[in-house]
């Protein structure tokens, strides 16, 4: 693979992929029984702000770094909503981040940092290097399984994992662009049949609409009683040459997630938006268990009286 995540971590694509992902974190430990998070497009788990990759690019800059300091954006000084305070905070206490991120935790970090003692994580890297540090990063944590393989054929042995609830994370790097949603469509599908009852959450970019519209109509019949998609676009146009945003779709959402991740997406909006106001969406694509509109009986006409 070309993809190096190095050179993208922090940027606004991760400030929601991040902020979502503790979200469904703290919703599954509302409940006393262990969970798995399992990720299929792990990545080496920290990336070094002040290395060559990430200063070539500078994307942390107009990432993380606009929730740091909200004048970089022009923004007011307003309260984060409590979930990016919370999330901000997980990264500002790692080692090394005292006085500012110099270190940023991919996926798999976070999640550790969010999980409990109980919970475990399986985490999938198919690069020998990366699944190396990867290894490095968490030899000495017992909750946490590194696989040096493909992800999307892992989960064919991982599901459902033995504590029986959790989340599925799928990440992918898009090298393949539009095969990749075809791959996880077919990945989503076996993976239902095994555990259909997981959460699963799959991060896709926004560069052309018409590239994510058909994956977004397979959501919305892949079986699901609840599918959430949230999206946050920080350029306009409909370009291919560049970034323009980014989602999550949300199988199995748990209860209440929309009203979670409502201000901190308005929030988003705000100290992100790149040259113009940045769009957000938030919305359910399948949502069975909402109750239904209330029946609707046309009036008929009184009868007329018998004489």
Not at 13 to 22: E, I
Not at 58 to 76: H, Q, T, V
Not at 91 to 102: C, F, M, R, S, T
Not at 116 to 124: E, F, K, T, V, Y
């Amino acid at each position: 693979m070309n993809y190096r995540h190095a050179y993208h971590a922090g940027n606004f694509a991760d400030v929601l992929k991040h902020a979502l992902l503790l979200a469904l974190i703290e919703a599954l430990k509302h409940k006393p029984a262990p969970f798995c998070v399992i990720d299929t497009h792990a990545g080496s788990g920290c990336y070094a702000l002040d290395s060559v990759e990430a200063d070539k690019t500078g994307e942390y800059k107009d990432g993380i770094n606009r929730l740091l300091f909200p004048d970089l954006a022009g923004a007011s000084h307003e309260p984060l909503p409590p979930l990016l305070r919370r999330w901000l905070d997980s990264i500002l206490a790692l080692p090394g981040n005292e006085h500012g991120v110099k270190l940023y935790p991919g996926s798999p970090l976070q999640a550790a940092q969010a999980m409990r003692d109980i919970d475990g994580a399986q985490l999938c890297e198919l690069h020998p290097e990366e699944a190396a540090r990867l290894r490095e990063l968490f030899h000495r944590d017992p909750r946490v399984h590194v696989h040096e393989r493909n992800g999307y054929e892992a989960l064919k042995a991982l599901l459902p994992p033995k504590e029986k609830r959790g989340l599925v994370l799928i990440d992918p790097p898009y090298e393949a662009q539009e095969a990749e949603y075809r791959l996880i469509e077919q990945t989503l599908k076996e993976a239902l049949q095994r555990w259909p009852g997981g959460i699963y959450a799959i991060w896709y970019p926004i560069k052309r609409r018409s590239q994510v519209q058909p994956f977004l109509r397979w959501l919305t019949h892949c079986g699901a009683k609840r599918v959430l998609r949230a999206e946050l676009l920080v350029h306009g146009g409909d370009s291919p040459l560049r970034l323009n945003g980014s989602g999550m779709a949300i199988i199995n959402a748990p209860w209440q997630l929309d009203e979670t991740l409502r201000e901190p997406l308005r929030a988003m909006a705000r100290l992100l938006a790149q040259g113009h106001p940045a769009e957000w969406k938030l919305d359910w694509l399948v949502d069975e268990a909402a109750p239904a509109p209330p029946a609707r009986t046309a009036k008929l006409p009184p009868s007329p009286r018998r004489r």
